[in-house]
């Protein structure tokens, strides 16, 4: 069946630290692959999201590529901020069913 | 403003109780869906809703019940069947196309505890 994992964290980074969260994925076909953010007390939002291979998706600062070969779609920043923090999900969509990662929690220390 | 309205934001259930969870969209979306969120589990789907009056079963929907009269609204009840209820539980919809699906647009939450 379709899955997604990620990373456990959480993940503490100090401030300008480079950022890597990663997200393998286990899909039928070419599903479209995304990341969201849930700042805390919040529902999610969409954060980037890539819909064929090789695709980079952007955002913020953030950026990820959809790697077929390697099914991966790994979340990178170059410099972290301290609003950074949140918590990370990685998800695919196939079919009708969007299904999601169990989050990343990520601190930055200022 | 558009967007997704949850309500209430704070439930609390008695043993042997239901309960509806209330979400409402005027994003003009057609799908709308369920997700229940524990901690370190992350989000799994409950229900989702493709069209009014059509709904399909996701992940966990045993202990849970859904309608879709109306096109902005998509309810949850938790029944009594549900053993183990207490989860932050976030509704969402997106449009029904290729490129929009997977783009989902969530409410703020509703956090559910039993008494």
């Known amino acids: 069946g379709n899955s997604v994992t990620q990373m456990e964290g959480p993940v503490t980074l100090s401030e300008e630290a480079f950022l890597t969260i990663n997200c393998t994925y286990t899909a039928t076909g070419y599903p479209s692959l995304f990341w969201y953010v849930q700042y805390p007390g919040e529902g999610l939002q969409l954060l980037l999201k890539a819909t064929k291979a090789d695709d980079k998706g952007s955002n913020k600062g953030f950026e990820a590529t959809y790697r077929k070969e390697t099914t991966s779609f790994h979340l990178e920043k170059g410099s972290v901020q301290v609003s950074d923090s949140a918590v990370y999900f990685c998800a695919l969509s196939r079919d009708d069913k969007i299904i999601f990662g169990k989050g990343t929690r990520l601190h930055i220390l200022p | 403003d558009g967007g997704i309205t949850q309500s209430p934001k704070y439930l609390f259930r008695k043993e042997g109780q239901n309960v509806t969870l209330s979400c409402e969209q005027n994003?003009?979306?057609?799908?709308m869906y369920w997700y229940r969120q524990d901690p370190g589990q992350g989000l799994r789907l409950i229900y989702y809703s493709q069209i009014v009056n059509d709904f399909q079963k996701g992940d966990i929907a045993e202990g849970y019940s859904v309608s879709r009269e109306k096109k902005e609204s998509f309810p949850l009840t938790v029944t009594s069947a549900q053993k183990n209820p207490t989860a932050f539980y976030l509704c969402?919809?997106?449009?029904?196309?290729?490129?929009?699906?997977?783009?989902?647009?969530f409410g703020s939450g509703t956090q559910l505890s039993v008494l």
């Open positions: 994003l003009n979306h057609d799908a």
């Open positions: 969402a919809s997106s449009i029904v196309t290729t490129g929009g699906r997977g783009k989902l647009f």
